[in-house]
Structure formats: structure tokens, C-alpha cells
């Protein structure tokens, strides 16, 4: 049995540029979010005049789903800055193996490592 600290890749100073990329991710999603606001809810009358009814409903439910994976995606950044500290951050969810770090750079929230998330997008695929 290994100790799990042998594993972890992510060094301390590692975690805190991470942090600071989830801090910036989260605020760029958080003003994203309050801009769009209302004006998503309300069909605006002024395009419905442009647009056809069904033109309106379709963008309508466009930017519900952006809304939606936004909201999921705030989601997973709170969670991971919830976890960043703990011993098993940066570890593959699946295998176990360390993330390599410029895979954690692009998306710190990524629980598993290059290897199990192509194995799972072929498997969707
Ligand atoms: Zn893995």
C-alpha cells in the first residue's frame, strides 16, 4: 500500500497558481452570468419583431442551455476549490495516477487523467 502523498503531483505552489486560475475562472464566469441575466428570461419584444416566433424560441432556449453549462461549469469550480487542499487533488478519479500539471493548467477541475478521458469520449463516442 502506498501513501497517497507518494502520488500527488501538485506541489503547494502548484495548487495556488491552480487556485488563482479557478478564482479567475469563476469570476469571468460569475460576470458572464449577471450580464446576460434577464434579458434571457424575457423574450425581448423588440427582436420578436425581427425574428419569427419560432426563430425567438430557439434562441431562447440557446442561451438557457449556455445558462445551463455555465452554471455547471461555477458548479465544478466551487467544488474543486472546495478539494484543492485535499491530499487526492490531482489525481486521476478513475485510475489514480497523477493528472499531468498542464492538463490541470488548462482545466483545473479535470478529475481524470489524458489516458481515462479519451478511454471515455471514445466510449461516448
Ligand atoms: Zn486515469
Redesign the pocket.
Known sequence: MFSKLKHAATTMSDREKLRRILQQQRATLTSEQTMVGSDTIELDQSRIGRLSRAEAMQDHEMSLEVRRRREAALKEIEHTLEHIDDEDYGL??????A?AEGRLVLNPAAR??I???TAHEQRNA
Open positions: 486521476c478519479d478513475e485510475c489514480g495516477t493528472i481524470l487523467c489516458d481515462c478521458a
